[in-house]
């Protein structure tokens, strides 16, 4: 059986660069080819988008493609950092005729993106569990061929919604899930550990995902906390120098944002984030 690891990773974001160390030997692990998108390939026009919008979310559309190489895709999101010690997904969640990622609609009501879609494209009979709305985060996803879900989900479809509805793709995936009665189930939390799941014993999961602002006290140091945390994990595995090299880097372009945003010297930001940022 042919599996694939695909992600998007586009620029030069040290993040990313850490990231794709761990998906290359997850890879290695569990016997699957990574694949890495690292330029767009659908054009999507997004003009004053009502919600945080990104073009590369439409990148998502080639799993579809990938399918008709693949017997299975996993994609996972560069922000994601996949332990050495990770269990071997392909294996635990088997069924072929089956979509598994984590039902964030267990922890968060997503009725109001759900109304958003149902409002642009017809209203759904949409599935439930615990009394919660069905909503399945998009920054892990595991499907094969027999699924069907990628054999139906189009660039015109995400055109049609990415200035008007929030969260467009991933709530597009699910729209299309429910309307079209492919099977569907949840994964573990270990397999796409956000910070909605809390900070305690995060760096235990297997996949550990920096979603928003991650597991940093502001967005904008969640890259820092990324390759913080990856050395953490990675020390003996990945190069000493390589990991001070991507911790600097990120530390850089993090000082970058920081100098920008407040009206002071950047010798004072300097010695103030030293003291005060964890790194």
Request: glycine share 6%.
């Amino acid at each position: 059986m042919k599996k694939a690891i695909f992600t998007l990773a586009i620029g030069d974001n040290p993040m990313y660069k850490a990231a794709l160390h761990s998906f290359k030997l997850y890879a290695q692990k569990v016997g699957a080819d990574l694949i890495v998108s690292d330029q767009l390939h659908y054009k999507i026009d997004i003009v004053n988008p009502k919600f945080n919008a990104s073009p590369a979310w439409t990148e998502k559309l080639r799993i579809g493609e990938l399918l008709n190489e693949y017997d299975r895709v996993l994609y996972v999101d560069s922000d994601i950092i996949i332990r050495p010690d990770a269990r071997d997904i392909f294996e635990l969640y088997q069924e072929l005729d089956t979509t598994y990622w984590l039902n964030e609609g267990l922890l968060k009501d997503r009725q109001a993106d759900i109304s958003l879609i149902c409002d642009k494209l017809g209203p759904v009979e949409w599935a439930t569990e615990s009394g919660m709305p069905t909503y399945y985060n998009a920054g892990v996803i595991l499907t094969s061929k027999e699924a069907g879900l990628f054999s139906i989900t189009n660039l015109e479809d995400l055109q049609l919604l990415c200035n008007e509805v929030s969260f467009y793709e991933q709530s597009y995936f699910n729209y299309c899930l429910h309307k079209y009665g492919f099977k569907h189930q949840r994964i573990d939390k270990a397999f796409n550990h956000m910070d909605m799941f809390g900070n305690g014993s995060y760096l235990d999961a297997d996949f550990i995902h920096y979603a928003g602002k991650g597991y940093a006290k502001t967005s904008r140091r969640r890259d820092v906390q990324f390759l913080k945390d990856f050395s953490a994990i990675f020390d003996g595995i990945v190069s000493a120098d390589e990991l001070k090299k991507l911790k600097e880097d990120a530390w850089q372009a993090y000082l970058k944002v920081i100098y920008k945003k407040y009206p002071l010297p950047n010798i004072l930001i300097k010695l103030f984030t030293e003291h005060f940022v964890p790194r």
